[in-house]
């Protein structure tokens, strides 16, 4: 008989794991909300054009990383390899581009890219994504900025980060950059790897992001971006750092970040770890003022950012500072049909009062169902028999001291609804 598994890459999550990610989600939920921001929740499927254009025909993702395929309309379809692009495209497509052009929205979900599977790199991956349009204004940069921070440092605690800060100019100082950086690169252009030979005729930029050991080395003495900012770039960059240090948010400037993505300018930031090994970023984003007008909306700035969950989740396990609300099962042990009919009313009850209860369908000796509560984790087992029903009493048994005692069965429901809060 065939076996069947997860595609290579793509990972299942199973409980108790998934509780992790759920505490994980709500807190980056309440943090965002606390700074005004709404879930925006897009398809997983998008058309394939809007990826080649917004993410760039130069980039890796386009060039080898996108599961597309055609439909059987014809269509050229990918599975979102990143969620900035879908995000823009349903803030066009809505009309809010139009009636609420200052708009504040976050989104979680899966992505697609057909990397090499690797510790923190997945082809089925996970990100939790912000998004800011309609301000141009380095105040919108830093406060987005120094909401990562709160998630990761006051919220999570999480230990060795560090904060990379970069301006990487717009298009009126780039163009000059670009082409010194060139002539830079056409002097070593044998000494780069095949991938950088190709990426400095198209986007020159994007050598500067190369992980190939020999091609950083060769990069140490290139031309800087912040060598040709213009004024505006310079000034914008200088009151980010104003602000991040106004809000006591500990910062680095690292003149070398670039983004991978062809449709950031100005401000780009990182949040770095040493305990990833090579997958050192934790979360990547800047501002992207042209790409709401590239993809068809009024000329609209954007900033944003991009966490990756799965590399998150390590990072916590490593850590152990996410806290994890302790599940409080109860699990009932019906010894009868008299028993079930008495309480399956009163366990609806429980439930409609929050309280998570489990009993066994299989009506099974009281042996085996202390057993079953024991590997489901239950906290309590209520145990009740005849002898219980005709008293109208129940027998309560905490599993982990195995105390037990006897209660009225009207009690049940305000007894574990305190105990549960």
């Known amino acids: 008989m065939t076996k069947y598994t997860a595609v290579k890459g793509m990972n299942d999550c199973l409980p108790p794991e998934t509780r992790k990610w759920q505490a994980l989600e709500q807190l980056a939920r309440d943090t ?25 025909e130069t980039t890796s993702i386009v060039e080898k990383e996108m599961y597309s395929f055609v439909d059987q309309g014809d269509e050229a379809l990918t599975l979102r390899p990143e969620g900035t692009a879908p995000v823009v495209r349903s803030y066009i497509e809505s009309g809010m581009a139009n009636q609420h052009p200052n708009a504040k929205l ?18 089925q991956f996970h990100q939790i994504g912000v998004e800011i349009f309609g301000t141009a204004a ?24 560090a904060l990379e800060i970069n301006s990487i100019g717009c298009a009126g100082c780039r163009p000059e950059f670009l082409r010194t950086l060139e002539t830079y690169l056409a002097s070593r252009a044998e000494k780069l790897c095949t991938d950088c030979q190709r990426r400095m005729k198209k986007n020159p930029m994007r050598v500067l992001d190369c992980k190939n050991e020999k091609c950083r080395e060769l990069l140490q003495d290139a031309p800087s971006i912040h060598e040709f900012w213009c004024e505006g770039c310079q000034s914008h960059f200088t009151e980010v750092q104003a602000m991040l240090k106004l809000l006591h948010v500990p910062y680095i400037v690292n003149h070398r ?30 501002r992207y003022d042209g790409l709401v007008r590239q993809l068809g909306g009024p000329d609209v700035p954007g900033v944003g950012f991009a966490i990756g969950e799965e590399r998150l989740m390590l990072l916590l396990e490593d850590a152990g500072t996410l806290s994890v609300k302790e599940e409080q099962h109860v699990c009932f042990a019906l010894l009868g049909e008299a028993a079930r009919k008495a309480l399956l009313p009163v366990i609806r009850e429980l439930r409609h009062h929050g309280v998570s209860v489990q009993w066994d369908y299989e ?28 008293n109208k009493v129940v027998q309560v048994k905490t599993l982990a001291t195995g105390d037990q005692e006897t209660m009225s069965i009207d009690k049940l429901v305000t007894y574990f609804s305190e105990k549960c809060s």
Do not use: C, N
């Open 257 to 286: 970040i670039v983004r991978g993505l062809d449709y950031y300018m100005r401000t780009a930031f990182e949040v770095i770890t040493t305990r990833l090994g090579a997958q050192s970023a934790v979360v990547a984003g800047g």
């Open 138 to 161: 380095p105040a919108a940069d830093a406060e987005m900025i120094a909401m990562v921070w709160d998630l990761l440092d006051h919220q999570l605690h999480l230990p060795d980060l």
């Open 363 to 390: 009506d099974r000796s009281l042996k085996a169902q202390m057993k079953h509560a024991d590997k489901l984790g239950a906290k309590w087992v209520v145990i009740v028999g005849d002898e219980e029903l005709a």
């Open 32 to 56: 965002f909300a606390s700074y005004g921001y709404s879930e925006i929740r897009t398809p997983i499927v998008e058309k394939t054009a809007l990826f080649t254009r917004s993410v760039g």
């Open 106 to 123: 976050y989104y979680m979900g899966p992505m697609f890219r057909r990397e090499r599977p690797q510790k923190g790199r997945y082809r």
